[in-house]
């Protein structure tokens, strides 16, 4: 019993939670792309909501509570809604006989290496021994660092969700032939 109070009393716990929801996570993520129990992407789908789940324990653990129910309730819930109505409304056999077309590719191309630049851009310029604002499940300091230091990732982040709904739309409309 002393053990476990000593482990506790010393974070020792946050710890080993941390290393449990982060190889969740990344479990659940190479799932969701690398799915070797079915072909089905509902399965995929299921995956994509673990990993979500699990991103929301990493928040609990920065007692960013907020950001934890908004994960679960958003992204698990109604975001998951709408991607399996999507995929169950798609004709994947036919989706799956496409073409690659060359614009789709160099547009998908761009898309992802100016996300990873602006990745390293912002990796680059973290300070790793400056301390980072405390939120601690309060919506005004985090709407307020939302929309002062971080507008220009939120904006971007809008503008991919439009891109997806616009793609969603485009994928789900019938052919006229």
Do not use: W
């Not at 019993?1 to 996570?25: K, R």
């Not at 992204?75 to 989706?95: Q, R």
């Not at 980072?132 to 971007?156: R, V």
């Amino acid at each position: 019993m002393e053990a476990i109070n000593n482990l506790i009393s010393s974070g020792g716990v946050e710890d080993v939670l941390f290393y449990v929801f982060a190889a969740l996570t990344l479990l659940c993520a190479v799932l969701v792309i690398a799915n070797p129990f079915s072909r089905n992407p509902v399965t995929s789908a299921m995956f994509l909501v673990l990993t979500i789940i699990s991103m929301s324990g990493l928040f609990l653990l920065l007692h960013a509570f907020f950001l934890a129910a908004v994960q679960i309730l958003v992204y698990a819930g109604a975001v998951m809604v709408l991607f399996l109505f999507v995929i169950m409304l798609l004709d994947l056999k036919e989706e799956a006989r496409r073409k690659i077309k060359f614009f789709g590719l160099a547009a998908g191309l761009v898309s992802v290496g100016s996300i990873v630049a602006i990745f390293f851009k912002a990796l680059a310029s973290a300070k790793p021994g400056v301390a980072s604002p405390k939120l601690e499940g309060e919506t005004y300091a985090l709407g307020k660092l939302l929309f002062t230091q971080y507008t220009l990732p939120f904006e971007i982040v809008s503008v991919l969700l439009l891109v997806a709904m616009i793609g969603v739309i485009l994928l789900s409309k019938k052919k006229l032939e």
